[in-house]
Structures are given as C-alpha cells and as structure tokens.
C-alpha cells in the first residue's frame, strides 16, 4: 500500500473527480496525505481547457518531479484532462510523469497507483461516478458539489471540453436523490449542483429535467442552500425558472456564461442570443426571482471580434448590470473550429479588452453590492477575518471559490455556522456587516426545518 497526495486542479467537475480517486484508493486501503512531501505516490489531477490551464498543469508536474530526484516520492501521475486529451504526446515530452489516466480512466486509478500502465488516450469520455462510488470530500465539510451529468452535447466552437470529456450524461435522478440525502443527513450546509451545462440535465434519458429532479430534491428536508451552477441561456424554460422558485432550498442564484453580446460573434461561437434575447432572458430570471443574485461569463478576443463588437457588448454589460461577472480572453485550442477561423485577433488586444470589461464591471458591481446595505443576509461563516478579529463567510449571492465575501467584524462563531447579518457596507466584491442581536450563530439541525 503507497502513502497518496493528491493536487487537484481546475473547475468543480475536476474536483469532485478528485475526491472519487481519493475515496477509491482509501477504500483499497492505501493512505491519503496531505502533503506531498510525505506521499510516495503523487497524482496531479489536471486541466486542460485553455492555454493558461495546460502551462499550469505542465508546471505542477515538473515541479512536483523534484520530489523524485529528492526520493520521497516513487510514483507521479498525471490524471484529469491534460491526460485524457494529450496522453500520447505527453508521454514523450514528460518522462518525469510515470503514468497517465484520463478522465475516462478515473475507476482505474488504484491499479495506476499500484503500478498498472493504462493504453494512450482513448479519445473523449469520462467516468461518472455514482452514489455507491467511494468518494473523500474535500474541505471544507459543510459545503458540497453534486456532480448531476458530465460531458457536454453543445458545440460551441471555441471550446475543447466536449473533445475531452466527450458527450452528455447524466446520472439517473434517483441516483442523484439517494447522495443529496446523503450529504443532507452528513449536515452538509450548501450543496452546489454541477455539470457542464446543468440546465441540460436529463435530455441525454430522455424522461428527465433539471426542474424535474430539483422537483424530487424538494422532497428531501433541507434548511440549508441547495445552488445551481453552470447553466446554458438556451435552456431556461419557464417551467426550470418556476423550479428555481418554488423549490423551498433552492437559492436565487443564476450562474449562466453568455460568452458575448455581439450577434455575429455569437453565431460563430455557435452560442444563441442576441443583446435583446439575452436581456429578455434576465429579465425573465429578474421576474421569477426577485432576489436573485446573476452570474456571467464573457468570452473576448475571439477571432474576427472587431472594436464595434466589443464596444456592442460593454454597451450590454453596462445595461445588464450583473451582480457577478467574470472574463476569459481567447484562447486558441486545436481540435476546435474557432482554431482555424480568419481574423484571429491579437492576444495582447484580448489581455487588453478583458481588462476594460472587468474595468466597466466594477462600478456596477460595487452599486449591486451597495443597494444590499441596511438589509439582512444569512451567512455561511466560514473562516476566521484577522483584520476584524470577527468571521468571514458567504451569503447565498456568492458561490464557493469564484465570488465575494461577507466579513461580520463583530462575530464569534464557527465556520460551517449561519448568521443572520445586517449588511453596513458594500464593496466591489464584498460586504461588511454585523450579526444581528440576539442572533446567535446556528448549526444546521441537519434532516430537520
Ligand atoms: S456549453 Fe459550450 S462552453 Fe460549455 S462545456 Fe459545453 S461546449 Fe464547452
């Protein structure tokens, strides 16, 4: 049996198939540690969308092979999609890499840990786990991502994923029910749901929907936060929007990349809309839920993208007012139409435009935030705030990892608690505020209103 550690990088999805390798190898009796100067076999779980994702990958690796030539490490592998999309190639330019197990391989992991070669990467797909798949869940405890579906069926033309992680599917709902009851009874007090496009949840079954099986999730007592990421604009029906709703653990928080506003630009990305289209959309979202905190992606730089294009979708962005929004500027993949279309459009010019998009941004994110003070928000506590000698944590308008922050200067709490906060200030991305009296900070009762 090998003493394990495991650096896992890249999105959520990436993550979650990080703490399915971990229960798989703990199951199979060999020692997870944390740190990877104690483990003798390391797995780098990688990604691979972007440019700057494959860089980050390749030095996590050559970084972590010194650990080889120190001795205590006998085993590094490179797992995740660097490996699934590049496996072949890599084996020759990484010698330092000692096995490779791409997202399909995942359920192999113990046989490549205990030394077994997998053949080269076996074109797009991905293992999906089940609610009977070990899994050692990441910190922190009281905050989860449910995995809904894996692999993708759009075409954005931009986008290496469906290469990687190959076509949609999705984990049958009663599957999906029997770990989120799981994770409920655990006392978990937020579970995020995750997928490439969890708005295209179930269509891949034929007899299944997002709305439908947060319809059968609602059947689960839960007093916690139960959010929804990574939609698609094409597919926010009516009928998903009553869900979000009316659904009682469901948070008004609507995480959906639009990429861009410019209509030519959307047409070659292979993405719907148009200004109007989109602004219809968020009205729509804005209608259903009232309170609801709006996230966005924008894709800039994208080849053939001209100075009136991007000045069309600043005219967009500064009409939408977003509570949150994040930017990617182009980057050029191989096996992706976008790699061989005219106009390619210079990376310094993308560099250039992303950051006036997140320039524009901030004093509407900052108006967003300010609107929120002399409210109240429940808080996720979830770190002690040094500066304040109080707590920091997240209100249901921030999702893990990529949002803002509420710091409650006056508070003595736990992480992993909720308290009822008066919001006394807001800033670009965070708030400050304090608990209100008489509120002491509250475990979730887990199973129990
Ligand atoms: S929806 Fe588009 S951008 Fe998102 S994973 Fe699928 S192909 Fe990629």
Redesign the pocket.
């Known amino acids: 049996m090998s003493k394990v550690a495991l650096v896992s990088l890249g999105c959520a999805k990436n993550l979650v198939d990080s703490e399915v390798m971990l229960g798989l190898l703990a199951e199979a009796g060999h020692t997870i540690v944390e740190e990877v100067t104690e483990a003798e076999t390391i797995i780098v779980n990688t990604c691979a969308f972007i440019e700057p994702a494959k860089e980050e990958a390749i030095e996590a690796l050559l970084e972590l092979s010194d650990l080889k030539a120190q001795g205590t490490c006998r085993r590094l592998i490179c797992a995740g999609c660097l490996a699934q999309r590049y496996s072949t190639d890599l084996r020759l330019e990484l010698p330092e890499v000692d096995a490779f197990a791409g997202t399909d391989a995942i359920q192999e992991i113990v046989a490549v840990v205990e030394g077994r070669e997998l053949a080269g990467c076996r074109g797009a797909g991905s293992f999906l786990y089940s609610s009977a798949t070990p899994r050692l869940r990441a910190a922190p405890q009281w905050s989860a991502y449910l995995k809904i579906a894996e692999g993708?069926d759009?075409?954005?033309t931009f986008?290496a994923?469906?290469a990687i992680r190959g076509p949609q599917q999705s984990r049958p709902p009663a599957d999906i029910l029997a770990e989120y009851r799981a994770l409920v009874a655990e006392g978990v007090c937020e579970v995020n749901l995750i997928a490439?496009?969890t708005s295209a949840y179930g269509r891949d079954l034929g007899n299944a929907s997002l709305e439908g099986l947060l319809r059968q999730l609602d059947t689960v007592e839960f007093d916690g936060w139960l959010r929804v990421l990574y939609m698609?604009p094409a597919h926010i029906t009516p009928g998903l929007l009553a869900a979000l709703a009316e659904v009682s653990a469901v948070v008004p928080y609507v995480d959906i990349?639009l990429q861009h506003a410019a209509p030519s630009l959307l047409e070659a990305m292979g993405r719907p809309g148009s200004p109007e289209s989109h602004l219809d959309l968020l009205q729509r979202i804005r209608e259903a839920l009232p309170a609801v905190a709006i996230r966005t992606t924008f894709l800039v730089g994208f080849p053939g993208e001209t100075e009136e294009d991007f000045d069309l979708l600043c005219d967009f962005v500064t009409e939408a007012r977003f509570d949150r929004l994040a930017c990617f500027a182009f980057s050029r993949e191989e096996d992706t139409p976008a790699h061989d279309l005219p106009a390619q459009v210079a990376a310094e010019v993308a560099r250039e435009r992303l950051d006036r998009l997140m320039e524009l941004q901030e004093p509407i994110s900052l108006a967003r935030n300010t609107e929120l003070v002399g409210g109240r928000l429940r808080v996720l506590l979830e770190d002690f705030d040094p500066p304040t000698g109080g707590m920091k944590g997240r209100s249901y308008r921030d999702a893990p990892e990529v949002d803002g922050e509420v710091i409650v200067g006056d508070c003595r709490g736990d992480p992993g608690d909720f308290v009822e906060v008066l919001i006394t200030a807001g800033e670009v991305h965070d708030l400050r505020g304090q608990v209100v009296r008489g509120q002491a900070p509250r475990k979730l009762q887990s199973a129990t209103r």
């Open positions: 993708c759009h075409e954005c986008c994923i469906p490439q496009d698609h990349p």
